[in-house]
């Protein structure tokens, strides 16, 4: 790395704090703002995506790049977020970690239907709010192939899987370039080879404390993901890991889009 910039060691507090504040504004997001829009006539479908997925994550790992005192240039970027290509080995490692996590998931919220995020949802502090998806909603019951999303009907109208899609990119290229590629490397220098342990608890009991009654479920693939980030050294492996994960979304609304069950 360029010796002319110097990347600052960062304390447990600054994680904290850069961790907690996007936390805190998806959570007012959802338990907030959402019932908000709703009740003055803003459709589920058009405020629910972007106040759940945050993609001011973006603009903002590209603010506190600058303020670090970087120079906005492709070359700088790809040294300081380390999105150098994946190469060789890297991608079987990329593959393995997907796998693992997807396994995870399938073994939380399908084959074990998901009882540990029910019994959590029971509780009143991790209680879900009435108006989620059901695919992430442990209460609900899931009836394929999907007619609806967030009160929209789904027939016919590809501009809900744009929708979502888009969004969804934006977010998890904003949420890596934050964690893994401006924070993760800065952990390291504080906290050495258990920097991916810390990064990824934050990520999950903190960021994702608007979906708490998950947390149990979500474990594995929230510390799988920057522990593929660390070892590599590469931004794009856990992106792919963590958008790839997200793309299923595809499965529950492409059917419905064509028509299926209708």
């Known amino acids: 790395m360029d010796r002319s910039y110097r990347i600052e060691p960062m304390p447990f507090w600054q994680s904290l704090v850069l961790f907690g504040i996007p936390g805190i504004i998806v959570y007012l997001n959802i338990y907030v703002g959402v019932p908000y829009l709703v009740s003055v006539g803003v459709p589920l479908i058009v405020c629910f995506p972007p106040l759940l997925l945050l993609p001011v994550l973006l603009p903002a ?11 906005m240039s492709w070359a700088r970027l790809k040294e300081r977020f380390r999105l150098d290509p994946i190469q060789g080995k890297q991608w079987l490692w990329v593959a393995g970690v997907f796998l693992c996590a997807q396994l995870s998931d399938v073994v939380f919220g399908f084959i074990g239907l998901d009882r540990v995020g029910r019994w959590l949802a029971s509780i009143p502090l991790f209680e879900p709010p009435p108006y989620l998806p059901a695919f ?6 899931l009836e394929t192939p999907f007619t609806e999303f967030l009160g929209a ?9 744009s929708w979502w899609l888009c969004l969804m990119f934006l977010s998890n290229l904003g949420e890596e370039l934050m964690w893994r ?3 993760l490397p800065r952990q390291e220098l504080c906290l050495g080879k258990q920097a991916w342990l810390v ?6 009991l903190v960021v994702h404390a608007v979906l708490k009654w998950q947390y ?5 693939s929230m510390l ?8 590599l050294k590469n931004t794009w492996a ?12 595809v499965v529950f609304l492409l059917p419905g889009i064509l028509g299926a069950g209708s």
Do not use: C
Request: net charge negative; charged share 15%; proline share 5%.
């Open 61 to 71: 790992s590209l603010a506190v790049y600058r303020r670090e005192g970087n120079e």
């Open 153 to 161: 009907h789904l027939e016919g109208n590809w501009w809900i899987l």
């Open 181 to 183: 590629g401006y924070i």
């Open 136 to 141: 992430i909603d442990p209460r609900v019951e």
């Open 238 to 249: 856990s992106f792919l890991v963590h958008f790839g994960g997200n793309l299923l979304v």
């Open 199 to 204: 990064n990824g608890l934050l990520w999950n």
């Open 224 to 231: 799988l993901t920057p522990w593929l980030a660390q070892k």
């Open 216 to 220: 149990i479920g979500m474990m594995p």
